[in-house]
């Protein structure tokens, strides 16, 4: 199964992932991958009645969120970052797990990228035939902005937040989530065509879930290159492929859902948690 208007990028861009080196003095002050926002403890402006559905975010029309109905403010709830592929916006992504998330009571983040793909991807379309990997661009503060509202608006437990892409969105989310695993426990990747250094030093969950068939974005990396190094960064990796191409089947989407929440241990007294549509 295809979900409908879920495009890729065909390029793949591979920056190969080292170990960090703590007090390096080449490393950057800010650097530009390290996300800022984090769940706020005891939130004063907590929505004590927010709409369940899907709705955009106070003023950032370009981030959805999705609230499941048995969403308590008093018991913080898991929350899953969501991004889209190439070509996509993130209400597809909302589409493609919301009944998962409505079962397991979990909160649903999708921004939309700025352009029509994440920033290194199109930074890396403008430079085929140069050896120089893109670096990151705008939607990493776009993304922080929109998880640090997130937090500020609904209760979530920080120890149930995951990082979920497909395609573009899944080669993004693995180096942004592997580069901010203190943040996002677990990041699950479907169909990834990139993984960019990895200089943050927290260590996670991942999941990479592939076709054996994909023929825009082909297995390979993920199973040869992308699942040992994270794995020798000390990553707990788990590779699931299934026979079909660059698709995000139900089944699958089921299966990683389940495998975030029923591996992640609740921080605080919460809500039922969640599943992938």
Same mark, same amino acid.
């Given at each position: 199964?295809?979900?409908?208007?879920?495009?890729?990028?065909?390029?793949?861009?591979?920056?190969?992932?080292?170990?960090?080196?703590?007090?390096?003095?080449?490393?950057?002050?800010?650097?530009?991958?390290?996300?800022?926002?984090?769940? #706020?403890?005891? &939130?004063?402006?907590? %929505? *004590? /009645?927010?709409? +369940?559905? $899907?709705?955009? =975010?106070?003023?950032?029309?370009?981030?959805? #969120?999705?609230? &499941?109905?048995?969403? %308590? *403010? /008093?018991?913080? +709830?898991? $929350?899953?970052? =969501?991004?889209?592929?190439?070509?996509?916006?993130?209400?597809?992504?909302?589409?493609?797990?919301?009944?998962?998330?409505?079962?397991?009571?979990?909160?649903?983040?999708?921004?939309?990228?700025?352009?029509?793909?994440?920033?290194?991807?199109?930074?890396?379309?403008?430079?085929?035939?140069?050896?120089?990997?893109?670096?990151?661009?705008?939607?990493?503060?776009?993304?922080?902005?929109?998880?640090?509202?997130?937090?500020?608006?609904?209760?979530?437990?920080?120890?149930?937040?995951?990082?979920?892409?497909?395609?573009?969105?899944?080669?993004?989310?693995?180096?942004?989530?592997?580069?901010?695993?203190?943040?996002?426990?677990?990041?699950?990747?479907?169909?990834?065509?990139?993984?960019?250094?990895?200089?943050?030093?927290?260590?996670?969950?991942?999941?990479?879930?592939?076709?054996?068939?994909?023929?825009?974005?082909?297995?390979?990396?993920?199973?040869?290159?992308?699942?040992?190094?994270?794995?020798?960064?000390?990553?707990?990796?788990?590779?699931?492929?299934?026979?079909?191409?660059?698709?995000?089947?139900?089944?699958?989407?089921?299966?990683?859902?389940?495998?975030?929440?029923?591996?992640?241990?609740?921080?605080?007294?919460?809500?039922?948690?969640?599943?992938?549509?």
């Amino acid at each position: 199964m295809r979900l409908s208007g879920l495009s890729a990028c065909v390029a793949i861009t591979l920056a190969m992932a080292v170990p960090p080196v703590a007090g390096s003095e080449n490393a950057p002050a800010a650097p530009v991958w390290d996300l800022q926002a984090s769940p #706020v403890v005891h &939130p004063e402006h907590l %929505d *004590p /009645a927010p709409a +369940a559905g $899907m709705e955009s =975010l106070p003023g950032m029309d370009w981030a959805k #969120v999705y609230v &499941p109905k048995s969403y %308590d *403010p /008093a018991k913080p +709830a898991p $929350m899953a970052l =969501l991004l889209h592929g190439s070509g996509d916006r993130g209400h597809t992504m909302i589409r493609a797990f919301e009944e998962l998330a409505e079962e397991r009571g979990v909160i649903l983040l999708a921004p939309d990228s700025l352009a029509y793909s994440w920033d290194i991807m199109v930074a890396g379309a403008r430079l085929r035939g140069v050896t120089r990997v893109p670096d990151w661009g705008p939607d990493v503060g776009r993304i922080d902005s929109a998880l640090a509202l997130a937090f500020q608006t609904y209760a979530i437990d920080p120890d149930r937040i995951a990082l979920i892409g497909f395609s573009d969105g899944a080669g993004y989310g693995l180096s942004l989530g592997a580069n901010n695993a203190d943040l996002f426990k677990t990041v699950i990747a479907f169909a990834p065509g990139l993984l960019m250094k990895v200089n943050g030093t927290g260590r996670g969950r991942v999941m990479l879930v592939h076709g054996e068939r994909d023929d825009v974005l082909p297995l390979k990396p993920t199973r040869d290159i992308f699942a040992p190094v994270l794995k020798d960064l000390g990553f707990d990796v788990e590779l699931r492929t299934f026979n079909g191409g660059h698709v995000m089947p139900e089944d699958k989407r089921a299966e990683a859902f389940n495998w975030w929440l029923d591996g992640a241990k609740p921080a605080h007294v919460g809500g039922p948690s969640g599943t992938a549509r």
